[in-house]
């Protein structure tokens, strides 16, 4: 009697145990977890290292801003960005929040939120250069654009690049392309008009922009794995209320001087 009644005693401990655990498990589950970013951690104003070797810029703001509203920490996570997509199916991070456009390629293997941001590629030169006038004036020259962006994508799937340009150099970064720029080693950049305006507001009088657009127009939008419906879905309902109170505008008023985001239309509601 006395060995059933200790068994009983264990047995009723354990199960105890188990309650506790499982509901621990449950209150973390419901809270939610920490969010790893992934970005190129030399984009800016989207996502750059500062003069103290932190990582800042729009993207970084709004997503802090967002993680704060869902109860949330965030991870900043500098990754190879031309491995992004393995680097987001690995669940090395969790989502894409670095300028990342949206195209019909990318929708393949991301999830995508509502576009927050139109990005143009554009003609970046010398300042005093004047005979890159319009794409078709790249003919015979060195071109340089950055490696795994729109861009490149772009220009890969357009002849005249192949048949006409003297030379297509692809760089990891668009810092490495617009230095090269300033130093003559090449003839121009096609690039973001985004993080190339914001190169030469820090450069004046060195780089000048064509403002040509090249290739269709994009929008930029948050990368997610694409059975993360769930943590899509929580992540637009705040982005939607941070248009709706304004903040989407300040911190965009802040890296580009006035309020560029696009307005979705449940955020209008």
Request: net charge negative.
């Amino acid at each position: 009697m006395k060995m059933k009644k200790l068994l009983g005693i264990l047995l009723a401990g354990v199960v105890t145990v188990s309650l506790f655990a499982g509901c621990g498990s449950t209150d973390e589950k419901a809270a939610g977890g920490k969010i790893v970013v992934g970005l190129d951690d030399n984009f800016p104003p989207m996502g750059f290292k500062d003069e103290k070797n932190e990582i800042v810029g729009f993207d970084i703001d709004v997503a802090k801003e967002a993680a704060k509203r869902l109860g949330r920490e965030v991870e900043f996570k500098a990754i190879d960005w031309s491995s992004k997509e393995a680097e987001l199916k690995s669940k090395r991070v969790d989502v894409l929040w670095n300028g990342l456009d949206i195209t019909d390629k990318r929708k393949e293997n991301i999830l995508f939120s509502e576009p927050y941001m139109d990005n143009r590629q554009i003609l970046f030169v010398q300042e005093n250069n004047t005979d890159i006038t319009d794409e078709k004036s790249l003919a015979g020259k060195v071109v340089g654009t950055q490696s795994s962006g729109t861009a490149e994508e772009y220009m890969d799937g357009n002849s005249f690049y192949k048949d006409s340009v003297k030379e297509v150099k692809k760089y990891s970064d668009y810092i490495s392309a617009f230095m090269d720029l300033e130093n003559g080693r090449i003839d121009a950049v096609v690039g973001d008009e985004i993080i190339g305006r914001y190169y030469m507001s820090k450069h004046p009088d060195k780089i000048g922009a064509v403002d040509v657009a090249i290739g269709p127009v994009s929008t930029f939008g948050i990368g997610f794995r694409k059975d993360d419906t769930k943590l899509r879905d929580e992540v637009q309902k705040v982005m939607n209320e941070m248009v709706a109170d304004g903040t989407m505008g300040t911190i965009a008023e802040k890296w580009f001087g006035k309020d560029i985001t696009k307005k979705s239309e449940a955020a209008a509601k």
